[in-house]
């Protein structure tokens, strides 16, 4: 079983900056593609970004494209997700989730196997 843990959210002023880290259990994390993906109150889960099993490949939502940036770690098992000029609209509870065994990148929630608690991010204005 794989257990996902996420850490890094807080209280940011808009344009500011946070690191998110999630760090993962199990000796398959350098096989399994990641994503992070957030939910805001009242809105449906929604894809950010995602990162190959090597760290060579990525993909991002176009709200956050230019302004996060996803990495890997793969000798610590961790993933990162690097946040600047945070916006009011980026406020969320941000989760990580793991691909089983899946190298390859995917934006589609419903194709991760495992996910964390999340990380709740609040970006004032």
């Known amino acids: 079983q794989v257990q996902l843990v996420e850490s890094g959210g807080g209280l940011v002023q808009a344009g500011g900056s946070l690191r998110l880290s999630c760090a993962a259990s199990?000796?398959?994390?350098?096989?399994?593609?990641m994503g992070w993906f957030r939910q805001a109150p009242g809105k449906e889960r929604e894809f950010v970004a995602t990162i190959s099993g090597s760290g060579g490949s990525t993909n991002y939502a176009d709200s956050v494209k230019g302004r996060f940036t996803v990495s890997r770690d793969n000798a610590k098992n961790t993933v990162y997700l690097r946040m600047n000029s945070l916006k009011p609209e980026d406020t969320a509870v941000y989760y990580c989730?793991?691909?089983?065994?899946?190298?390859?990148?995917?934006?589609?929630?419903?194709?991760?196997?495992?996910w964390g608690q999340g990380t709740q991010v609040t970006v004032s204005s």
């Open positions: 989730a793991g691909r089983a065994n899946q190298w390859r990148t995917s934006a589609g929630a419903d194709e991760y196997d495992y």
């Open positions: 199990g000796r398959t994390f350098s096989s399994s593609a």
